[in-house]
């Protein structure tokens, strides 16, 4: 598979493995979604959106991997033990579970309206929470599985307009370290990924920045400016890559991280260091 080309991880890693991407359809997720498998994953890409499940199962079947696709809200969690009981009567197991799904926007936190912070805290936390559960008893039955959820950097400061996303992403470390330590008798591990900024579709549109709020739109700028920030922003001096997020996690999935749980890789480029506070 083209994935593999300029991949580190041999062929085969992930072979007869099942795994579970929520937001697995479009920008960091699908990225996950590729490589698990290139890998030899059989990969359940789950999505709100019927256009995003159809599109990346393509892409991933045509490049001669394993998928298939479910429609799911992941704060529904009756249609999430659904959608496993599902996945597992078809694939008879879950090896894999990657908490990508999120839903972030700027606004000023004395005016979200609680419908605004409830669905960021519902897709980011409680989904988290919601299908991590719902793996829990497949996992401990098959003697082990890894779960890696999606967190950032920008609670680790503070950071303006983001008190639900923030919040929400603090919720999911201290549910990852919990988990890690209670469910590391059955063998799961649990760890989380903490990106940096990455110009997808997704994070554009959710580091739009109000209007008048004096916040710089980084990712509308032109390319010229792009690559300024880039050099002075981000230390390691370019923008982060889908890929460079699916590479931590095939790492954290394959036996290479046998002895890692309860961890948060932050993989930005030195951003969150360098940033001047907020
Ligand atoms: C204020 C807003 C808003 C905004 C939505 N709302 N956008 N409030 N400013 N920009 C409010 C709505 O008015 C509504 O409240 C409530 O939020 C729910 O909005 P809906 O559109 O009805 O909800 P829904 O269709 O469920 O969409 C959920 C969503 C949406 C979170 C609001 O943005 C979404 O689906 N996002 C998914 C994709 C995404 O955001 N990806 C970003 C990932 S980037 P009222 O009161 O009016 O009913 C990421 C960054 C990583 O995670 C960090 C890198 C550094």
Redesign the pocket.
């Known amino acids: 598979m083209t994935v593999l080309a300029t991949s580190v991880f041999r062929p085969g890693l992930l072979d007869g493995q099942v795994a579970l991407v929520t937001g697995g359809g479009t920008g960091i997720g699908f990225g996950i979604s590729k490589l698990l498998a290139a890998l030899g994953a059989h990969v359940v890409i789950a999505s709100r959106k019927p256009a995003h499940l159809a599109q990346a199962l393509e892409e991933i079947t045509a490049a001669g991997g394993k998928a298939s696709t479910v429609m799911l809200d992941v704060r529904d969690q009756e249609r999430v033990a659904a959608s496993v009981a599902e996945i597992v009567a078809t694939h008879g197991r879950i090896d894999v579970l990657v908490n990508n799904a999120?839903?972030?926007?700027?606004?000023p936190s004395a005016t979200?309206?609680?419908?605004?912070w409830r669905?960021?805290m519902e897709?980011d936390l409680y989904g988290t929470f919601y299908c991590s559960q719902a793996v829990y008893p497949i996992m401990a039955q098959q003697g082990g599985g890894r779960i890696i959820s999606t967190s950032?950097?920008?609670h680790y400061r503070g950071w303006p307009l983001m008190a639900h996303?923030t919040a929400a992403k603090a919720g999911v470390d201290a549910l990852t370290r919990t988990l890690a330590v209670e469910w590391a008798p059955q063998r799961i591990r649990v760890n989380a990924i903490a990106?940096?900024?990455i110009p997808t579709e997704?994070?554009r549109?959710?580091f739009a920045p109000?209007a008048d709020s004096g916040v710089p739109d980084v990712f509308a700028a032109t390319e010229r400016h792009m690559e300024a920030y880039a050099a002075k922003g981000i230390p390691l001096g370019r923008w982060g890559t889908p890929e460079d997020i699916a590479n931590m996690v095939a790492f954290l999935a394959s036996p290479a991280g046998d002895w890692i749980t309860g961890s948060i890789f932050v993989i930005d480029g030195g951003e969150w260091l360098a940033k001047p506070s907020a």
């Open positions: 999120a839903g972030n926007f700027y606004a979200l309206s609680p419908n605004a669905s960021v897709i950032m950097t920008l996303a990106p940096g900024p997704g994070v549109k959710a109000p």
